[in-house]
């Protein structure tokens, strides 16, 4: 049983379309984040989201939006996609923000691709 | 502002050999400190955590000490097998609990 679930695993599609990831944790945590990971694995936050409210937004151009039917949900829709969008996508889950050790469950990533 | 350096890949050891990654961060107070092993087409995934100071974190093998006095956070393995072969990220935990990320260290283990 799966604890952070993205779906696709991989995508393929042109410049200019529309797509999404979709992301599901049957954790029960109360967070849970979109990271970007570069070819050169370079890790950084998109989003993230605590009891469905919005709590970071780092700079993402405005074509990524995020959101959070509920708190075991949080999805990716990215519009007119570039190349530069090309990366590996890692939805996260964890207990609670605030705690002293925050440890993080990711998914198994959705490698979208632009051509 | 917090920011998180490591040791710079990629790092190449034959199997048995001793495996040092290391990590020195910046961060206010006394952030808990994380690894995270990502292995090849997979997500990231908790290696190991120390939560104050002098605390040993340890998992597979694998330990890190959480050293104050010189804001350190250095992962060894006594003796590394082909299956470590992964990307290692260090991770402390900023003021606003959000996790900085280091820029991973790939370790390739040669039979």
């Known amino acids: 049983d799966t604890a952070v679930s993205q779906t696709p695993k991989y995508l393929v599609t042109q410049m200019g379309n529309d797509k999404s990831i979709k992301c599901e944790q049957n954790?029960?945590?109360?967070?849970m984040y979109w990271y970007k990971q570069d070819s050169k694995k370079f890790l950084k936050i998109m989003f993230s989201?605590?009891?469905?409210?919005?709590?970071i937004n780092e700079t993402v151009p405005n074509r990524f939006s995020p959101k959070s039917p509920d708190k075991a949900h949080l999805n990716l829709h990215i519009n007119s996609l570039e190349l530069g969008d090309s990366a590996v996508y890692f939805c996260a889950s964890s207990q609670d923000l605030g705690s002293g050790a925050n440890v993080l469950t990711f998914g198994a990533g959705s490698r979208l691709t632009v051509l | 502002g917090d920011s998180v350096t490591q040791m710079e890949g990629p790092v190449t050891l034959s199997e048995e050999a001793f495996l040092t990654i290391n990590c020195t961060y910046t961060a206010t107070g006394y952030p808990s400190l994380f690894w995270y092993v990502q292995y090849p087409g997979e997500g990231l995934q908790l290696l190991l955590k120390a939560t104050k100071a002098d605390d040993k974190g340890s998992n597979k093998g694998f330990e890190a000490t959480y050293r104050k006095e010189t804001t350190s956070f250095h992962l060894e393995k006594g003796s590394v097998q082909v299956s470590d072969s992964a990307v290692y990220f260090c991770?402390?935990?900023?003021?606003?609990?959000?996790?900085?990320w280091g820029a991973g260290t790939k370790l390739i283990i040669k039979p």
């Open positions: 954790l029960g945590h109360d967070t």
């Open positions: 991770a402390p935990q900023g003021s606003n609990y959000q996790l900085i």
């Open positions: 989201y605590n009891n469905k409210e919005l709590i």
